[in-house]
């Protein structure tokens, strides 16, 4: 037998290191017995450092490996994210926007409100009738107060964060709490064995380092799984479409400036623009298809949308290449963060497919070398069917526009251009509401049904409703929508103001749990 025991990580940022805070919070009581995570890292190779958006799930990987989210507010410029506003998207009109919240429609596991939304919402969005959490951004208000303890919620919440201050936040807690061993060390070559998986790396300023499992957290270049192994990479910009970003950040008027607690992402002629509030300044972006604007206009128009703050402001070109590696886990390598894959941040999807992905590495962490094609096939699986569906969801968000101002928007609604699975859901969505476990046939749905709900009923979809669906539980659904209208009222009077409880945690600090 082949023992797992060394792991070998390579590539630092928020891949890197959250990947082995994970595991080594997971194996932690087996470093007595020789298990080691070892972390290779680059002095010359800066982090891309844009993504400043996460899923809830953030939380609980904290939470797990044992961070204070006390220090995360104070370290890493975080603020609170409760979903996401997407402005422009359906029409193209001022008025036109619809909230994607974090928080389920009310009752959700007993009743699917769809159809009452349907058959008469008294003039209300569908997530204002099922949901207080539209209001509550609106409001500018925080998901909780001063006095609800670290990661608990009174509404479900992630949070925006400044990445490059993340990966040195996590590097620190890895390497003093968990036991990771960081290496500085530029990769000059990976070495192989005979039978095709990886011996060792070998760096320019500390030689040869071993391994039984290689992470590859490299970046787009994928040293090891893409160059070295020779996996393929599968592009899907067939399906979506922008592939280059240009970022600026943008500093408040004043301290006391107001934070939105939500994502605003807003549609533009060949793209759309990210605005996320942190709490020393705003980071926005440009998101476009190369193919329908030129960078100029894209840039022009990035400008446009910022005013006269943008005067003087840098901006910063990123390019994007939409797809993932033809398979994830080969051998005694696995890939995590881009150098699996990318796909635009329309629904920061890239860091909870880090936390995910490490978090199965480490459950199912292989014993031995020869139990671990078994678990690799079991991963690239998995990770195949997220992938896919996270795409899927992407471009629901396009393909269910009205706008036919340009040639991207016209584009995108192409039945050639919709994957095959999203087009059949469409179909069965006309006749009946995504609802609990549906349609969706796995644990761990990066994006569960009810996220499906809020993008198609904030867009305007029309599902056919049968009278005798609502006959059954109409009361019920009533009294689901009144229960909303007090929780939100409820809510709506006792949250703080978002850059209020912010300015508390930097001074007193969260209880911990």
């Given at each position: 037998?082949h023992?797992?025991?060394?792991?070998?990580?390579?590539?630092?940022?928020?891949?890197?290191?959250?990947?082995?805070?994970?595991?080594?919070?997971?194996?932690?009581?087996?470093?007595?017995?020789?298990?080691?995570?070892?972390?290779?890292?680059?002095?010359?190779?800066p982090i891309?450092?844009?993504?400043?958006?996460?899923?809830?799930?953030?939380?609980?990987?904290?939470?797990?490996?044992?961070?204070?989210?006390?220090?995360?507010?104070?370290?890493?410029?975080?603020?609170?994210?409760?979903?996401?506003?997407?402005?422009?998207?359906?029409?193209?009109?001022?008025?036109?926007?619809?909230?994607?919240?974090?928080?389920?429609?009310?009752?959700?596991?007993?009743?699917?409100?769809?159809?009452?939304?349907?058959a008469?919402?008294?003039?209300?969005?569908?997530?204002d009738?099922?949901?207080?959490?539209?209001?509550?951004?609106?409001?500018?208000?925080?998901?909780?107060?001063?006095?609800?303890?670290?990661?608990?919620?009174?509404?479900?919440?992630?949070?925006?964060?400044?990445?490059?201050?993340?990966?040195?936040?996590?590097?620190?807690?890895?390497?003093?709490?968990?036991?990771?061993?960081?290496?500085?060390a530029?990769?000059?070559?990976?070495?192989?064995?005979?039978?095709?998986?990886?011996?060792?790396?070998?760096?320019e300023?500390?030689g040869?380092?071993?391994?039984?499992?290689?992470?590859?957290?490299?970046?787009?270049?994928?040293?090891?799984?893409?160059?070295?192994?020779?996996?393929?990479?599968?592009?899907?910009?067939?399906?979506?479409?922008?592939?280059?970003?240009?970022?600026?950040?943008?500093?408040?008027?004043?301290?006391?400036?107001?934070?939105?607690?939500?994502?605003?992402?807003?549609?533009?002629?060949?793209?759309?623009?990210?605005?996320?509030?942190?709490?020393?300044?705003?980071?926005?972006?440009?998101?476009?298809?190369?193919?329908?604007?030129s960078?100029?206009?894209?840039?022009?128009?990035?400008?446009?949308?910022?005013?006269?703050?943008?005067?003087?402001?840098?901006?910063?070109?990123?390019?994007?290449?939409?797809?993932?590696?033809?398979?994830?886990?080969?051998?005694?390598?696995?890939?995590?963060?881009?150098?699996?894959?990318?796909?635009?941040?329309?629904?920061?999807?890239?860091?909870?497919?880090?936390?995910?992905?490490?978090?199965?590495?480490?459950?199912?962490?292989?014993?031995?070398?020869?139990?671990?094609?078994?678990?690799?096939?079991?991963?690239?699986?998995?990770?195949?069917?997220?992938?896919?569906?996270?795409?899927?969801?992407?471009?629901?968000?396009?393909?269910?526009?009205?706008?036919?101002?340009?040639?991207?928007?016209?584009?995108?609604?192409?039945?050639?251009?919709?994957?095959?699975?999203?087009?059949d859901?469409?179909?069965?969505?006309?006749?009946?509401?995504?609802?609990?476990?549906?349609?969706?046939d796995?644990?761990?749905?990066?994006f569960?049904?009810?996220?499906?709900?809020?993008?198609?009923?904030?867009m305007?979809?029309?599902?056919?409703?049968?009278?005798?669906?609502l006959?059954?539980?109409?009361?019920?659904?009533?009294?689901?929508?009144?229960?909303?209208?007090?929780?939100?009222?409820?809510?709506?009077a006792s949250?703080?103001?978002?850059?209020?409880?912010?300015n508390?945690?930097?001074?007193?600090?969260?209880?911990?749990?």
């Open positions: 037998m023992p797992v025991r060394n792991i070998v990580i390579v590539g630092g940022g928020t891949a890197g290191w959250l990947t082995a805070g994970v595991i080594a919070a997971k194996h932690l009581s087996r470093s007595a017995a020789g298990f080691t995570v070892t972390l290779v890292e680059s002095p010359n190779t891309i450092g844009v993504g400043e958006g996460t899923w809830p799930t953030l939380r609980s990987t904290l939470a797990r490996i044992g961070v204070s989210e006390t220090d995360l507010f104070r370290e890493c410029d975080a603020s609170f994210k409760q979903g996401a506003k997407f402005a422009r998207w359906t029409t193209g009109t001022a008025d036109d926007a619809y909230y994607h919240p974090l928080m389920l429609p009310q009752g959700f596991s007993q009743l699917n409100l769809v159809p009452h939304w349907l008469g919402g008294d003039g209300r969005s569908f997530c009738m099922v949901c207080p959490q539209g209001r509550v951004c609106d409001d500018g208000l925080a998901p909780k107060t001063i006095t609800t303890p670290e990661y608990e919620a009174l509404a479900n919440y992630a949070y925006h964060l400044d990445a490059g201050k993340f990966a040195p936040f996590l590097q620190k807690h890895c390497c003093e709490k968990l036991g990771v061993r960081h290496v500085r530029d990769v000059r070559e990976v070495l192989l064995k005979e039978d095709g998986d990886i011996r060792a790396i070998l760096t300023q500390a040869e380092i071993e391994g039984d499992l290689f992470v590859d957290c490299t970046g787009f270049r994928s040293l090891l799984l893409g160059e070295a192994l020779g996996v393929p990479f599968k592009s899907c910009s067939d399906v979506l479409f922008c592939d280059t970003a240009l970022a600026v950040q943008i500093p408040y008027d004043s301290e006391i400036s107001p934070i939105a607690s939500h994502t605003i992402s807003t549609a533009q002629p060949a793209g759309w623009i990210w605005d996320i509030g942190l709490p020393t300044r705003r980071g926005t972006g440009h998101v476009y298809s190369s193919s329908h604007i960078d100029d206009e894209a840039e022009r128009q990035l400008r446009a949308y910022i005013g006269p703050a943008a005067d003087g402001l840098a901006v910063r070109k990123i390019g994007i290449r939409s797809g993932h590696r033809e398979t994830f886990w080969k051998g005694n390598c696995v890939a995590v963060g881009l150098a699996a894959g990318f796909l635009e941040p329309l629904e920061s999807s890239a860091i909870v497919l880090i936390e995910l992905s490490a978090k199965m590495i480490a459950e199912q962490m292989p014993v031995c070398r020869e139990v671990m094609d078994v678990v690799a096939a079991r991963f690239n699986a998995t990770t195949h069917y997220r992938w896919g569906r996270i795409i899927d969801f992407l471009k629901l968000h396009y393909v269910l526009t009205k706008r036919e101002d340009s040639d991207f928007w016209r584009d995108n609604v192409r039945p050639e251009t919709v994957p095959d699975r999203l087009q859901l469409l179909l069965l969505w006309k006749y009946q509401s995504p609802w609990f476990h549906d349609e969706f796995r644990v761990e749905e990066v569960p049904p009810a996220s499906y709900q809020y993008v198609l009923y904030g305007d979809f029309r599902t056919e409703v049968e009278p005798e669906a006959a059954g539980d109409a009361r019920q659904a009533d009294r689901a929508v009144r229960e909303n209208i007090t929780h939100t009222e409820r809510l709506r949250l703080p103001r978002h850059r209020e409880l912010i508390k945690i930097r001074t007193h600090g969260l209880q911990a749990v």
